[in-house]
């Protein structure tokens, strides 16, 4: 079945640490995209990319980094310059956002302990 | 900074009611998307209505856009308890050579009550 998986779905994060939040698309999807979700708000774009080895930064890239180094795969960084990176992290991908719904994955929550 | 407004940000109604929400955004588009989230859950695509479109149905859906007002509205007739979720729209707002954005709304929280 075609889709857009993400993992793990929980993940825990200690002071300092970096984490790497995985996002995999099997829909030959061109575009790609990170949000994150604070609890009872809406979705803030972080990163998305339109075409391999390229990416743009969203209205909150700081503390962030991404790569897109394969079409499928669109993984995200959360780097220990991310003072506050409690939340609910969603990949989406779409062949064209200007025409085309977007798919999204499950979402990963990370907690800082 | 957010493009798409939802309005109201929470909704009460009771089973069989129906449910409006709106979506006001700030720039031009070439589509206006509507989404449901379960809570937890990602997102879902509800529908798409284009720039050059001025009612959409979809089932108990209907999705009108006013370009001129820049805003949208999703209604969803007969409400069912299983429509609780929160309804976010998103536009195609940010579009360059380096790609096109998908930007979200707040969202509106509907809870259907039996």
């Known amino acids: 079945d075609g889709g857009i998986t993400q993992s793990p779905k929980y993940l825990f994060r200690k002071e300092g640490q970096n984490v790497t939040l995985s996002c995999e698309q099997n829909l030959n999807h061109d575009a790609m995209y990170w949000y994150r979700q604070d609890p009872g708000q809406g979705l803030r774009l972080i990163y998305y990319s339109q075409i391999v080895n390229d990416f743009q930064k969203g209205d909150i890239a700081e503390g962030y980094s991404v790569s897109r180094e394969k079409k499928e795969s669109f993984p995200l960084t959360v780097t220990s310059a991310q003072k506050n990176p409690t939340a609910f992290y969603l990949c989406?991908?779409?062949?064209?956002?200007?025409?085309?719904?977007?798919?999204f994955g499950q979402g990963t929550r990370l907690t800082v302990v | 900074s957010q493009q798409g407004e939802e309005d109201p940000q929470a909704l009460s109604i009771q089973e069989g009611e129906n449910a409006t929400m709106n979506c006001s955004y700030k720039t031009s588009i070439n589509n206006l998307q509507w989404y449901r989230q379960n809570s937890g859950r990602g997102l879902v695509h509800l529908i798409l209505i284009r720039s050059n479109e001025r009612e959409k149905h979809s089932g108990r859906l209907r999705v009108t856009l006013d370009t001129s007002k820049k805003s949208s509205s999703l209604l969803i007739t007969a409400s069912r308890a299983a429509d609780t979720a929160s309804y976010f729209c998103?536009?195609?707002?940010?579009?360059?050579?380096?790609?096109?954005?998908?930007?979200f709304g707040k969202g509106t929280t509907l809870s259907v009550s039996s």
């Open positions: 989406a991908s779409t062949w064209d956002p200007r025409n085309t719904e977007a798919f």
């Open positions: 998103a536009t195609d707002a940010r579009s360059n050579q380096a790609g096109t954005a998908l930007i």
